[in-house]
């Protein structure tokens, strides 16, 4: 690459002023990532990509255009400023959008100590195929795994810049690192399937590959014989597992974006209780080594730590500056994007208030009822927050786990569930989504 992320950046601002764009923002990102799959102890697949995508926002009056591209050439980027410039006086106008104001920019971080970017050297790719190929020999010594369906190790690596015509200008990098397998036991129609996967931003972070193996096949193995469950209305186990895309519901729900466009079901509950008392939301985008955190936002805004639910109401929405304006608020640093598409509101770490009891306390707690371990489909109307999603895991009875189960579904309404849920103690720290286990009372399963 013969210019830096930030040249490129700077050169796609100086062709969108030239071509005619009254404000601008550009993103340039250079990413590598390898990838390995193995398959009876042999490679089965290796892919490697590595490239620099470059983006373009043009602001004409108040008419928006992207545009982007894989070819970094001078002749391209002017091109690219022409055509953005020349889609956005076509566009229809949106008196929200906006370049954030001098005062709202970040001035000031501190990158080392958020440890995105591990600065070992990326892993040969003979590291990668061990490290698959030592999760699938382990997870096949588990008695009753007959197979493995997939087994694989990758690396990233990426450089981000973003820069806006009112002065903006920065960048951070990210890496990753992961092992994923996916087991089978049983043949024919009494086979089962589960799987375990392991990501970190440091490589050393990174738990052993036969430790994971081994737990795809114990899952796997622990799944033998699963039948539905009966029909009825019983309490269910969200596991820790699954239990973060219950509350991902909720952060849905509180995205700006649907709350402008009125098809949220918590439009009307800012301020209202939402979880049960004594349990905090909180974002913190500066958790070092955490996927999710980012030192400023895609507009250039300073992130922070904010508690979009506090002792159990809720706080505020998640917004950038177009979402923001619209519903007369502020924008919480909360804008993503990439180079094909303007921003948009997104969160980045979350952490639910952990309870005081263990995982095996809240099953004996339950007496009878459903462990959800895994999910398939969604039917869930974000207007009313009715849900309903198929589900497998383990049936328990009198406090005990009895037999594993899978065909069932369970269903409810969101705002009834998540103010009754009960929180384990068994949130993994190494997830951008720190959520324990949640037992819900009451809900709805269709089995037998």
Not at 29 to 38: E, K, L, N, Q
Not at 170 to 190: D, F, L, Q
Not at 214 to 231: N, Q, S
Request: charged share 20%.
């Amino acid at each position: 690459m013969t210019d830096t992320l930030d040249q490129l950046t700077q050169h796609l601002l100086h062709a969108a002023r030239k071509a005619g764009a009254d404000q601008a923002d550009a993103l340039a990102v250079d990413g590598t990532s390898v990838s390995i799959d193995v398959l009876n102890g042999r490679l089965e697949h290796a892919e490697r990509s590595e490239g620099v995508d470059i983006g373009l926002r043009v602001l004409v009056g108040q008419r928006q255009a992207c545009v982007s591209a894989s070819d970094t050439s001078s002749h391209t980027i002017e091109t690219m400023a022409e055509r953005a410039v020349a889609m956005a006086k076509e566009a229809p106008e949106d008196p929200h959008i906006a370049l954030a104001t001098s005062d709202m920019l970040a001035s000031d971080w501190n990158q080392d100590a958020l440890e995105l970017a591990d600065p070992a050297p990326e892993p040969d790719p003979a590291d990668l195929e061990r490290d698959a190929a030592e999760a699938e020999a382990a997870a096949l010594a588990v008695k009753g795994v007959t197979q493995v369906s997939s087994s694989s190790a990758g690396y990233g690596r990426h450089q981000f810049h973003l820069a806006t015509s009112n002065g903006f200008s920065g960048g951070y990098g990210r890496t990753h690192r992961a092992t994923s397998i996916a087991a089978i036991s049983g043949e024919g129609v009494t086979m089962e399937r589960d799987y375990a996967g392991e990501m970190r931003t440091f490589q050393a972070d990174l738990p052993d590959a036969a430790e994971i193996g081994t737990k795809a096949g114990e899952r796997t193995v622990a799944r033998a014989g699963a039948r539905k469950p009966p029909t009825g209305a019983f309490p269910v186990l969200y596991d820790e597992r699954i239990s973060s895309s219950l509350i991902g519901h909720l952060l849905s729900a509180a995205n700006g974006a649907s709350i402008a466009r009125g098809s949220s079901w918590l439009r009307d509950l800012l301020g209202e209780v939402v979880l049960p008392k004594g349990i905090d939301l909180i974002e913190n985008p500066h958790r070092p080594r955490i996927s999710g955190s980012r030192p400023f936002d895609g507009e250039g805004l300073a992130t922070s730590v904010r508690k979009i639910v506090d002792d159990g109401v809720l706080t505020g929405w998640t917004l950038d500056l177009a979402t923001a304006n619209k519903l007369g608020m502020q924008s919480t640093a909360s804008a993503a994007r990439g180079t094909t598409a303007p921003p948009s509101p997104s969160i980045s770490n979350v952490a639910l208030t952990q309870g005081d009891l263990t995982r095996d306390d809240l099953i004996s707690q339950m007496g009878t009822g459903l462990i959800v371990t895994s999910m398939i489909g969604s039917t869930i109307n974000p207007t009313t927050g009715d849900y309903s999603r198929g589900a497998s895991g383990f049936w328990v009875q009198n406090g005990e786990i009895a037999y594993p189960v899978n065909e069932c579904t369970i269903a409810g309404n969101l705002r009834e569930m998540l103010t009754r849920l009960i929180p384990a103690n068994d949130a993994e720290t190494h997830l951008s989504r720190m959520v324990p286990s949640l037992l819900v009372e009451g809900m709805t399963i269709a089995g037998d």
